[in-house]
């Protein structure tokens, strides 16, 4: 098999068989659009290249509001992560050759909590802040095994039904106060305990 | 009469009749939380206070956004100005002693579009500007011949359905191309053309 | 004497005094135009508008930053609050009527770190976010015994040299770390220990 | 020649002639801890990934300010463009692997405006906006024929003297209603017209 779409940002299992079940994906009809528009791109490749350059990421914090835009509440997903370990995150995936960034946050939330969550893009295209992923976790805090990652982090309202998707053991919705509580922090890694205090500090609820 | 609470951040004819209409509204059972938590003031107090003091607003600006949050259109109100003109506007009013910001905005956003406007106020406090309006309008470029106002502005998604209020003659939905040409502008005065300009660049879509 | 000028916002000692002290500052020759420009204002009749509307405050977070702009020292002042503690703090005061943002934001760190501290106003108007003060301390967490105060919020480098004005008991530089330790947060009252988190936090320096 | 390292964003003249130079500069000896931390990438490479994964840019709208932060200057280079043409256009290029978000600012606005420039990187690390720059000029308005390239945009504040490098082929200062008029604004291509819109949005010195 000489190429293969990588679409996900998460690889689980080996290379091979993701490949492979990629490659068999692929060969099925696509109609979406964000997927036809990315290059093509081996797994093989995308380690190589993940070895050399920076890759650009999107994260999502998903949130639960008032009528008045108050946070209530902050889901946090419980998946395998990078680092090999079993903890709480946020939304979290590449920006394919080609796509928008809007359309790239919109595509992982729907890949993560499903497609009746009506996420509320915010309307401005910065993010909240940019929280930089290196294989060395003492360089900022953020930490990635596989790649230096630049996430552009988003704190994004959902108003739907919301349903973990097969990548992702638990959705958990927990209150501000309850998400930096000390047993939840400790329940997560790699910085994603400091990517929920930002979200909080920039929604005004942190406390 | 005495006294009288002044909950509209822009009265239409003069002051007695508002006033009058006021204290009967008063009078009857109130139920709004954010009046009965606001103060009592009369025109004139109001009026006094204006020439000593810069006065709290929050600014709206309404947009219609696809999925993604990319704005589509934006939302013009046609109605009287403190410079006494009829010409379009973004929604705008006086945030009440003991109101939060968000519920100011919701009140405002409610009493201009209707109660089934379904607006979505940003989780993050923080206005993307900040309009101060003067007596002078050399001094800033946004001009209110009553007063200087310090304006929170905010972009707000609208979902539901928009009926402008008696305070407003017409309300039009425009695409940002059309909100920045030349006859939209020429219909705006006191600076209203630079906010829905910089309302648009904040939400990446000025061209 | 019928009135006078109310120059700061945080009035130590009882009111006629300083009503005194300002009377007769007043009759000197002034030329800073930020007091020239400002209304007319008995100590009393602020004290009756602070019951009756939200006052527009500025708040500042004076940091020091290395080459690429990294917060490497945050400020925090010592000084008596409006809740009557001696606590640390960080800049705060009043915007006087005809004036801008950027005016008081430079006003008030010249009055709290003196005329050599060079600070490095942000270009955008906007605050990273908005602290509302109410008497209740329960509404927000941010507390003013005094008033209900609206205040923006910046982050403000400073490069030049920075003595604590009469005002101020003493200034200490504190990294990130020291700043939100808890005997550092046991020091500050009426959300001010927030307000440095949220600092840190828009600064990318919350660990 | 096996393999050398690109630092550049925007390679002048054929592949070969830089691959050449910067593989003899890379045998020098290596003081910049950026470069070191680089990985190794061929041009050819370069140009492989370009064509499969976005790339990660930071832009730089360098500012004149008076004391309170407002902007009275803009800085706009004369340069050879991606598009091949001679324009004005902002600073703008690559992140390295390995590199910070800060650290590339830095970077690559003293190399276009030399080492005494003394720019205010903004202590906030996420960008005011984000140009999404694609070789389809129709996508987002932004263009740039070589690559999708993601870029985090910044306003800096420069403080000293400003000598444009060798890849430019002038500085110009411009007051910001002289950066927006229809003129200037047709010396610009692939959007830089629309970025320094955006960058005076966010100043506040839109009129």
Redesign the interface.
Same mark, same amino acid.
């Given at each position: 098999m000489a190429s293969c779409q990588v679409v996900d940002a998460e690889p689980k299992g080996n290379g091979y068989q993701r490949a492979s079940s990629l490659w068999h994906w692929h060969n099925k009809d696509v109609t979406d659009i964000t997927d036809v528009q990315s290059?093509? %791109?081996t797994a093989e490749?995308l380690a190589q $290249?993940r !070895?050399?350059? &920076?890759?650009?990421y999107v994260d999502a914090i998903p949130?639960r509001?008032d009528?008045? *835009?108050?946070?209530t509440k902050i889901g946090l997903l419980l998946r395998g992560r990078p680092d090999g370990s079993i903890s709480r995150a946020v939304i979290s995936g590449r920006?394919?050759? *080609? !796509?928008?960034?809007?359309?790239a %946050?919109?595509r992982h939330i729907e890949k993560d909590l499903g497609a009746m969550a009506l996420p509320? $893009? &915010?309307?401005? &295209? +910065?993010?909240?802040?940019?929280a !930089?992923y290196?294989p060395d976790p003492e360089?900022? *805090?953020f930490h990635d095994p596989r790649q =230096?990652a630049?996430s552009?982090v988003y704190?994004v &309202?959902v108003k739907g039904d919301c349903a973990p998707s097969q990548n992702s053991l638990d959705l958990v919705w927990l209150t501000p106060a309850e998400a930096i509580s000390g047993n939840v922090r400790a329940e997560m890694t790699g910085g994603q305990d400091?990517l929920v205090? %930002?979200a909080l500090? =920039? +929604?005004?609820a942190?406390?």
């Open positions: 290059a093509w %791109l490749d $290249i !070895e050399r350059l &920076p890759i650009v949130v509001v009528d008045a *835009g108050r946070v920006v394919l050759y *080609g !796509e928008r960034i809007r359309d %946050l919109l509320q $893009i &915010p309307t401005n &295209p +910065a993010p909240f802040t940019v !930089e290196f360089v900022s *805090g =230096h630049v552009l704190v &309202p400091i205090q %930002l500090a =920039h +929604a005004g942190l406390s």
